[in-house]
């Protein structure tokens, strides 16, 4: 079991079969990221059943990330970016525990990808989540097919996620 603290405002907690880390937080993505790329906020594996989780969470209940028109491409170059520096990690980075990690996420049967969008409660949603699940639905099709759109409200996740105490970002 993991429990990854404060990841942009919120408390991941994962299955006890589970490995999962904050990529946006491992040297080797920081020091080699070309032109400035985000990345997902976190990785995670299922050790039972060989899948591989990408998570990427967007907080808009208190204030604007991102302008809506633009969340579908950022979270689908987010995801591309991270795919793409799996490998170098896994190769080059001097991070045991990072390459380690990458060589065991490029071994996983399967890939799913979850992001995960907190909107402003009591308001009519600032952006149409059926709208970005279109946009994403033929740039996903190769990488994940089956990709969901969660929130805290969303239950059977495969792990547990809650505000976080100190909502200050820490990396």
């Not at 020091?31 to 998570?55: F, M, Q, W």
């Not at 990458?102 to 979850?114: D, G, Q």
């Not at 699940?133 to 059977?156: M, N």
């Amino acid at each position: 079991m993991t429990i990854l603290r404060n990841v942009d405002g919120f408390d991941f907690t994962s299955a006890p079969t589970w490995k999962a880390t904050r990529y946006d937080a491992w040297k080797f993505y920081r020091s080699h990221n070309p032109c400035g790329k985000e990345a997902v906020d976190i990785l995670a594996i299922s050790i039972a059943d060989k899948t591989g989780y990408l998570i990427e969470i967007k907080d808009y209940s208190r204030q604007k990330a991102t302008l809506p028109s633009q969340l579908p491409e950022i979270l689908f170059s987010k995801t591309l970016h991270t795919l793409a520096m799996l490998l170098p990690t896994a190769v080059n980075s001097n991070e045991e525990a990072e390459s380690s990690f990458a060589r065991e996420f490029l071994r996983v049967k399967l890939l799913r990808v979850f992001y995960h969008i907190e909107q402003p409660q009591g308001k009519i949603p600032p952006i149409d989540l059926a709208d970005i699940q279109q946009k994403l639905i033929p740039w996903l099709r190769g990488i994940d097919a089956a990709f969901r759109i969660v929130s805290l409200e969303t239950k059977q996740l495969p792990w547990k996620v809650n505000r976080a105490q100190d909502r200050k970002h820490h990396v």
